[in-house]
């Protein structure tokens, strides 16, 4: 059960981070073709105000397509749109930890909001900025990385029946998720600031965007497909331990 509890936590802050672009796209006014939850083949959608709403086949990832049929249209929105946007989904996943340790500030004992949403706060960059310097040190270890299988399998092991650990395992994926995003590599969030920053100095640069994000998917599938393949290699050679 905790295998389950943990992989539908992961699944639930995807859609988070998702949701953020979301309604970053809806506050900025970009309009929305289509927010799926999922990738992959449509399993069900539902169009509503101009917006298809989709559940898709494979159950970990999703996306917010903006309604511009060109990508010469999207490059057409201000950069600073286009960066608030892209900073959506970070920001969400952010938020979700913020109030995470609210929570458990709360269950700690008789203190006030302003101290708990305080200390809340300072926590939240504590744990950013601690994340964000473990990051670095995994591409001098790529065998430490983790996949999907690794992280529910380590993930299950720790939170076992305890719903303090699932709380604080949330709080870490969401974090993780923020911070992995923010990297200045496309096609992550970081990667597109990055590059809108750099097409404010040289409009040029935009026609660079899309060949590095498409270089950008296949390193990541790479890497996915290489931390999966070492997740199954660890829990076989645990099982036969």
Known sequence: MSYFLVFALLSFFILVHELGHFYAARFLRIPVARFSVGLGPSLWSVKRGGTEYRLSWI?????????????????????????????????ANIFAAGI?????????????????????????????????????ALFDRPQELNGVV??????????????????????????????????PLPPLDGGKVFFYLLESLDL????????????GWVAIIGLIGYATLQDIKRLVLSALA
């Open 59 to 91: 159950p970990i990832g999703g996306y917010v397509m903006p309604d511009i049929t060109e990508e010469s249209g999207f490059f057409a929105l201000s950069i600073k749109k286009r960066i608030l946007f892209a900073l959506g989904g970070p920001l």
């Open 100 to 136: 995470l340790f609210a929570m458990l500030e709360m269950l700690a004992g008789p203190i006030t909001v302003t101290e708990v949403l305080g200390d809340a706060f300072v926590r939240t960059v504590d744990a950013i900025v601690s994340v964000a310097l473990i990051i670095p």
């Open 150 to 183: 690794g992280i529910v399998a380590d993930g299950g092991d720790f939170v076992g029946t305890s719903m303090l650990r699932a709380t604080q395992l949330a709080i870490v994926l969401n974090l993780n998720l923020a911070v992995l995003n923010l990297i």
């Open 204 to 215: 040029g640069l935009e026609r660079l965007h899309l060949p590095f994000a498409a270089a």
